[in-house]
């Protein structure tokens, strides 16, 4: 029991890391930030295609002197490398250690508490009783969040060793990895929080970073927008779930997960006691968050944009991380979502609406790393889509092999950029098949897995997220179609990437193709990890059609105790005919597999093709290509609408009432001090020059003798004397 | 010519007297206001001494003697204090000097 005792460690390591390099990494690796203006980032923007030579320069290996600045600090350097992929892989081996001891242990759950952090704010629960609002600094292990920091660590830790590569021959070395520690010990309180209330310290964190790091290149204007976007966004969300939270414990008066889950699941609570659909709300306001940190609609818009960070934040903020945190917490409050069937609706219809939306666009553009953005947010619909019929274990699955693929396309995509000295449109690419093969095969292979080929680790859990949607009692054969026809848009835009990359014609610039290399061993190495990690990961959970026990099942097992409620889909889904499994399995392979042609087909065999439709369809081709205008939308209603609608509003009347009070209050004041001051010019200040006046006038006979002269004072002395002889001579 | 009497000693005394007062009240130069003063404490000792003699009483002219030690005390603290006047002010003349009125 020593690993799991010490959980409260793991999220300690990175954050070590992190006030190590943003205490004293200016000292380590000091480069002013005038400098990193000079070179900028490795990206760029989707609308800035015009070529940048000098810029390929700086990111060409033969060129090693064109940058001597960046490697100045060479063994400084070197420790950054090595402390904070190291505080990372540190937190890997305790939480493989405590998880190894968790699954030893009887009751498939741990709590260590180290001290009451928020106490003693006594009020009147909804029901009326009194009650304490309290929160421990306390951490949950049990398999749920087993499974999340397995993914954190393990994934982040990859990430972490890639960047020490890819930001090579960057700026803001110490910053980069500071930031990067500083996210990954957010999203462990995140997830090893036993409460609600220190899962939003967490939840709050990773918005500030994601904030911190999508701004990295801070200063490109798109970048800090970028960031502030992020922020934005996010914090609409975060205000549903602090309310949510605040409702949760006024209604069931603890926010603590355990509590909170005993209390729902044993019947102790009684909606009626405190109003008609409080649940609901509750879990609605709860949902508002994760779409905002898992980036669903309405609240996705960020997501895109996000891609301005350096690609392997983008790896890091997508695959590992944040947008997790709200699948995570929506699988977290799996008992609350259990009792409110008609929000749990909700999920799985924004879920479902997401994942199409999403890979529409998907299916346009240009970017390289905005088809992934899109791909992310495709996925993340899959698995609140899960998560609304009910599947929560499925959901996590998808999280889980969603991790490994998608921070491995990210990754590869980033050793792509890299390698063409950071282009980022996909119609400056092609034929980079032998040129980088590790970059190619790695990639390939996460492709299988993300379009869903059997034997790949997407195959088994977006079928398995099919197969929920069909056949759970809150699915429906609309849900399964929309999930059916994402999975061919999938299959089509991943390979639609493939081959614009990596295959046909090279369209690369000529002065970027004689600098092709492949990355560097700390960028192929997690590349490798991350590509075996897609194939085997799928297979802790095989359909259980396929008859197989053990580790092949072994996902769901696990998870079982987390989601004690989900035991009844899995009820419900044994009266299914098992026919009708093997042909949905059928039917969503053959889709894959007609995406994967079509692709091929389309920018392969017959580029020319594409090209047709876009002028034939350019309405809907133009839709699409510009995410069907929804941040037009948005800025139209709320920049431009509400913020600066409101804004005009509001300053009419700051200028007319705040101001005007303002102004009074100041014209007040202005005239009792003139009435005060003529009092005191004249009645207090005459009063005391009166008397000094006095004095002075009546002073005057006896301060005209004091001449100073020493013979007048003489003089007085004679006629004194003479006048005392007068006297006693006359008398 | 008679012989010289008391009243001749007493006669000097008084000139002497008014000479000094004289000399203190009407003279700039500080050197000789203390000339002057020494001229009225001499005036005393030749006041003491004559009725020393007429009383043939010596109580008078140990007091002299005590005049005179006196005088030398003052003329060495005057002049000191001339001497520190003149290095600051560049000047003795009392009527220069005129600090310590009102």
Redesign the interface.
Known sequence: MKFLDQIWLIPLFPLFGAAAMLLFGRKLDPQPPSEVAAVPGLEHTHDEHDHHHGHTHEHAHEHATGHEHAHGHGALRTLVSLLCPGMVLLSFIFSAGAVIELSRSAERMHQVIQFTWLAGLPFHMADGRLATFTADWGFLLDPLSAVMILVVTGIGFLIHVYSVGYMAHDNGYYRFFGYLNLFVFFMLMLVLANNYALMFVGWEGVGLCSYLLIGFYFQKKSAGDAGKKAFVVNRVGDAGFILGMLLMFSVLGTVKFVDVNQILRSGQFHAETVGFGVLSTMALLLFIGATGKSAQVPLYVWLPDAMEGPTPVSALIHAATMVTAGVYMVARSSALFQLTPQTSTVVAAVGAFTAIFAATIALVQNDIKRVLAYSTVSQLGYMFLALGVGAYWVAIFHLFTHAFFKALLFLGSGSVIHALGGEQDMRHMGGLKDKIPITHWTMFIASLAIAGIPGFAGFFSKDEILWQSYSSPQGSNLLYGVGLATAGLTAFYMWRLMNMTFYGKSRVKPEVEAHIHESPAAMTLPLSILAAGSILAGWIGTPKLWGMSGWFRGLEQWLEPSFASAAVEAAQEGAHDASIEWILMSVSVAVALIGISIARYFYHHRPEIPDKFESRFSPLYGLLLNKWYVDELYDFIFVNGFAKGGGTVLGAFDRNVIDGGVNGAGWLTRLSSTVSMWWDTWIVDGAVRLASLIVKISSYPVRVVQTGRVQAYALFVVVGALAFFGYYLAR | MGPITTTHYLALSAALLLIG?IG???R?NIVI?LMSIELILNAVNINLIAFSHYWQNVDGQIFAIFVITDAVAEAAVGLGILIALFRNKETVL??E??????
Do not use: E, N, Q
């Open positions: 007062t203190v009240l009407t700039r206001i009392a009527d000097v005129d600090l310590l009125k009102w």
